[in-house]
């Protein structure tokens, strides 16, 4: 049976928010949308503000679910939170990019992924 994947994602991003919390993380943002795009989650932690993407998947079929985050993703995420820096004016807080990877009921944060 084939998962809505609007209803899978939106499943991952709340597993992943409750993960983020438990620690320590300080959401700030979910779903911040702009003309560049998206980004699942922003949130502060150890100092840092941080741009985090999330991957949910049913399987490893086809890959992990960070796999997914390839250098055009990157480079997409990297411009959406420049803007969201100069909108806030946040530009002197140090950033990092998350990727959370969801797979079913397993959660892998890799904090710093690029």
Same mark, same amino acid.
């Given at each position: 049976m084939r998962v809505n994947p609007k209803i899978? %994602?939106?499943k991952g991003e709340n597993m992943a928010l409750k993960y983020?919390?438990?620690k320590g993380y300080k959401?700030?943002?979910q779903n911040f949308t702009c003309m560049l795009g998206e980004i699942d989650i922003i949130a502060r932690h150890d %100092?840092?503000?941080v741009f985090v993407e999330v991957k949910t998947r049913t399987s490893n079929m086809f890959g992990r679910p960070a796999e997914a985050v390839d250098?055009?993703?990157q480079e997409k995420i990297r411009k959406i939170a420049l803007y969201y820096q100069r909108v806030k004016g946040v530009?002197?807080?140090?950033?990092r990019f998350d990727?959370?990877?969801?797979? %079913? +009921?397993?959660i892998n944060l890799i +904090? %710093?992924?690029f």
């Amino acid at each position: 049976m084939r998962v809505n994947p609007k209803i899978l %994602g939106n499943k991952g991003e709340n597993m992943a928010l409750k993960y983020l919390k438990s620690k320590g993380y300080k959401i700030i943002e979910q779903n911040f949308t702009c003309m560049l795009g998206e980004i699942d989650i922003i949130a502060r932690h150890d %100092g840092f503000l941080v741009f985090v993407e999330v991957k949910t998947r049913t399987s490893n079929m086809f890959g992990r679910p960070a796999e997914a985050v390839d250098y055009r993703k990157q480079e997409k995420i990297r411009k959406i939170a420049l803007y969201y820096q100069r909108v806030k004016g946040v530009f002197s807080e140090p950033v990092r990019f998350d990727v959370v990877e969801v797979l %079913g +009921d397993e959660i892998n944060l890799i +904090d %710093g992924a690029f």
